[in-house]
């Protein structure tokens, strides 16, 4: 082995314990619930330090809250379901947010995981561009949950490589449809390979 490879794997024998755990997941799958967006992350797409439910409340004083946060145990999320007193992970983790602004991690409940053929999105792998309406008890303002998605080709010879943009944003606007203000939940590009 040459001195210089030598230092190479000395270099990453001694870095391997800074490098956070790889998952064999993703994160951004969100749902859209009466009066919130719930969304994970756990700092591969949506930025986090742990594994983390993000919930922006619409409706009221605030229009559009700061994200409220709630730390989850880690497992594979593979879809998500907002309900009124509950956010179900398809395995049946569960998040009780009967009181919104203090919301509860229950843990695993098998009893209420949700069918694997239920409707679940990803912020990350969304690729698609629309507006999606968040249900409120605000009959003055109109929210979205809107995803904007462009695909770009750098194609070389032997190869290259599609750049999927994706930016997700919870909307308010009038009722008469005057935007009024914003909040980026994601904003990020996932890169595909071409042989």
Not at 20 to 48: T, W
Not at 57 to 83: A, L, R, W
Not at 137 to 158: K, T
Request: with cysteine; aromatic share 10%; proline share 4%.
């Amino acid at each position: 082995m040459n001195h210089t490879l030598r230092g190479l794997v000395a270099a990453l024998g001694l870095t391997a314990g800074l490098v956070p755990p790889a998952h064999a997941d993703s994160d951004g799958f969100y749902c859209i619930g009466h009066g919130y967006v719930a969304y994970e992350g756990r700092g591969l797409s949506i930025p986090a330090e742990t594994h983390t439910v993000f919930i922006v409340k619409v409706g009221g004083q605030e229009g559009i809250s700061d994200p409220i946060t709630v730390t989850i145990e880690e497992f594979h999320v593979n879809g998500m379901y907002c309900g009124g007193e509950l956010i179900v992970f398809r395995n049946g983790h569960a998040i009780d947010i009967s009181d919104i602004d203090r919301p509860r991690y229950l843990g695993l409940r098998p009893e209420l995981a949700i069918p694997q053929d239920s409707q679940s999105g990803n912020l990350a792998f969304h690729y698609d561009t629309g507006a999606y309406t968040i249900p409120s008890d605000d009959d003055r303002h109109y929210y979205s949950l809107v995803m904007f998605y462009v695909e770009e080709s750098l194609v070389r010879e032997g190869g290259g490589i599609i750049m999927h943009h994706m930016i997700a944003r919870v909307t308010q606007a009038t009722a008469w449809g005057d935007f009024i203000r914003s909040r980026i939940i994601h904003d990020g590009i996932t890169i595909e390979t071409i042989d």
